[in-house]
């Protein structure tokens, strides 16, 4: 596995290819069995998967238990990041009821997650999504605290406008951005993408894959479990499958061409963009981690690059 640096100023090293965690604990139907989950991440490392994405909100709180346990063992070898800045439902359910990055808040979110992911020092903490009722200086601002004491490494922004970032930035220099990126979601190309260049931020591609629908497995007739949040989705009605159909078709051409999978090709589209794009496919199974990471061994000429000139 090649590895990749985000961010100019303090870089941290990671591998081509993450993993993101949250599908193992969380918010794509019922959760799987732990050690399966356990033995998967285990596979991850010795595949030479050095960088896992978790939060706080995952589960709550099981995804980052999840990791510490799994983790543990090769603390010194991988980067894991997680995620504050949501405001959980005090009555235990399973989805925020709102944003919270007032200081106080962070802390204790940092401190609860340092416990659960069993380290000193958090490798990248990122605030999940933009509090609009605390400024994005105070945000930065605690963290370059925490990273000052020795219990952040890293800090980082989720989901944040070229604006936020540069405010952030002047505060305390922001390591990586992590916002969804893939064939289907492109937004952050016209403004956050340059900024990240301009400042020497890295990124970070979640939902590389499109949730699974770029993969090719899920068809218009697919029907999703009720604590599966793509069930409610309105990118998967049936109707705006079938629309989009015609896109996972081309892929799946340009796939059976180079002898690689449609997963395979999305994910080498993704880290051609820019050298500091790390994508973060989620998997429960064996067979897609292995899959997912073959992806950096896919060669695509510029023609092939140039898929996005086509519309997509």
Known sequence: MENRVLGISNGLK????GLGCMGMSWA????????????????????GVTFFDTAEVYGPFTNEELLGEALFPFRDRVVIA?????????NGGPRPVGVDSRPAHIR??????????????IDLLFQHRVDPNVPIEDVAGTVQDMIREGKVKHFGLSEASAETIRRAHKIQPVTAVETEYSLWTRDVEDQVLP???????????????GRGFLTGS????????????????PRFT????????????LLEKVAKQKGATTSQVVLTWLLAQKPWIVPIPGTRRLTRLEENIS??????????????????
């Open 295 to 312: 992806s950096v061994d896919v060669d695509l000429s510029a023609d092939d690059l140039a898929l996005q000139m086509v519309g997509l």
């Open 82 to 90: 997680t995620k504050f800045g949501y405001k959980l439902d005090p």
């Open 195 to 209: 900024t990240l260049e301009e400042l020497g931020i890295g990124f970070i591609a979640y939902s590389p894959l």
């Open 218 to 233: 899920i068809k218009k007739t697919t029907s999703f479990h009720a604590s599966d949040f793509r069930s409610t989705n």
């Open 14 to 17: 990671v591998s081509a290819i």
């Open 108 to 121: 204790s979110v940092a401190e609860a997650s340092l416990r659960r992911l069993k380290v000193d020092a």
């Open 28 to 47: 794509y139907g019922p959760a799987p069995d732990k050690n399966e989950m356990i033995a998967l991440l285990r596979s991850a490392v010795d595949y």
């Open 238 to 249: 049936e109707a705006a499958r079938q629309a989009n159909q015609s896109l996972v078709d």
